[in-house]
């Protein structure tokens, strides 16, 4: 019996060293993680939803991070309170993709003074001190918008005049920003181009939808509309639902309907040639990210600024090794 029961306790004794010393292994295999806190802007668009995607392929357990991601559902005080929780949960690396470009100097200030390095992913803020901000990743918004308006010119080079309505995205981001500068610019330098109506779309083909059928629902007293110039592909898809439902035609001899993204789905339309013209925005964003965060880590400096490379398409170029090789 004595013996029987030594045995049992041995074995427990064994046992209970075998998992503190799993335990232990797996807590500093964690401990050894690079924490990332994490702030998006939402899910508002197909771009996002990429996005967002290639951040959580990139920072997973495997490759060594710990991602605390937060999303911000299109509210900017959401980010406030997302950042803030960051800084008190000591993190490595604070990633931002700000909705909207003003207010950030408090906050960034915090984690600056706490020691983070703070990285901003597509869009920019707008800071007084250029220090509160280590790197920041995405795109060149008014390149962009120069592609559509030099396409726009090109189409348009013997019209008479030229009606656009202009959907903008989320006002105050900087993709709205820089891409309704390169409109702006573009209506000042073309005496035929009008803007016949802009509207708020919030990049949502939601609220597109809506606002375009409330502008439409006059349709016997609008003038022609040559040009929807709308700030994202979701935005093209609310404009051409309600184009279609007052019996406008979209595509070479109707309307021509701009988009921003050349994600899958606007590909598709391209192709179809219900929309014109698709500028492409690069969501893919999570590699130059972690490049650098290990540029970081080797105690070297990053690019302040890194824009992505970048093109555009018309029905022409849509081609099916083009739609197979899309990744988003
Ligand atoms: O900031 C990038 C923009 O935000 C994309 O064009 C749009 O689709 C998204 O919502």
Redesign the pocket.
């Known amino acids: 019996m004595k013996r029987k029961i030594a045995c049992l306790l041995t074995a427990i004794i064994y046992s209970v060293f075998i998992l503190t010393g799993c335990a232990k292994q797996e807590t500093t295999e964690k401990d050894d993680l690079t924490v990332i806190g994490m702030s998006q ?1 939402g899910a ?5 939803q990429a996005d967002t995607a290639s951040m959580k392929a990139v920072f997973t357990e495997a490759n060594g991070y710990r991602l605390l991601f937060d999303d911000a559902r299109q509210e900017q005080e959401n980010q406030f309170v997302a950042i803030r929780r960051f800084i008190q949960q000591k993190v490595d690396y604070i990633v931002v ?1 700000p909705i909207t470009e003003n207010g950030w100097d408090a906050v960034l200030k915090e984690a600056k003074d706490a020691g983070i390095p703070v990285i901003l992913v ?2 920019m803020v707008n800071v007084k001190d250029e220090d509160l901000i280590t790197a920041h990743v ?2 060149d918004f008014y390149a962009e918008g120069k592609k559509a308006t030099d396409w726009m010119k090109e189409k348009y080079a013997n019209a008479e005049q030229v009606n656009i309505i202009h959907i903008q ?2 006002k105050g ?3 709205q920003i820089g891409r309704t500068a390169a409109l702006d610019d573009a209506v000042k330098a073309n005496s035929k181009w009008k803007v016949i109506a802009r509207m708020d779309g919030d ?1 949502t083909e939601a609220k597109t939808y809506e606002v375009m059928k409330e502008y439409l629902s006059n349709r016997d007293t609008l003038p022609q509309i040559d040009v929807v110039y709308c ?4 935005e093209a898809y609310g404009a051409i639902k309600a184009l279609e439902g007052f019996g406008y035609t979209c595509g070479k001899n109707g309307v021509s309907v701009i988009s ?2 050349a994600t899958y789905n606007a590909l598709v339309y391209c192709q179809k040639g219900k929309i014109a013209m698709t500028v492409e ?1 690069n969501p893919l964003l999570g590699p130059l990210v972690e490049s650098v965060i290990k540029t970081l880590k080797a105690g070297e400096k990053p690019e302040k600024n890194r824009y992505v490379e970048e093109s555009a398409f018309r029905p022409e170029d849509i081609t099916e090794e083009l739609l197979a090789s899309r990744k988003y």
């Open positions: 802007v508002e668009s197909d771009w996002r993709m597509d869009r995405g795109s995205g989320t981001s900087t993709p990049f700030e994202n592909d979701n921003f993204d925005c």
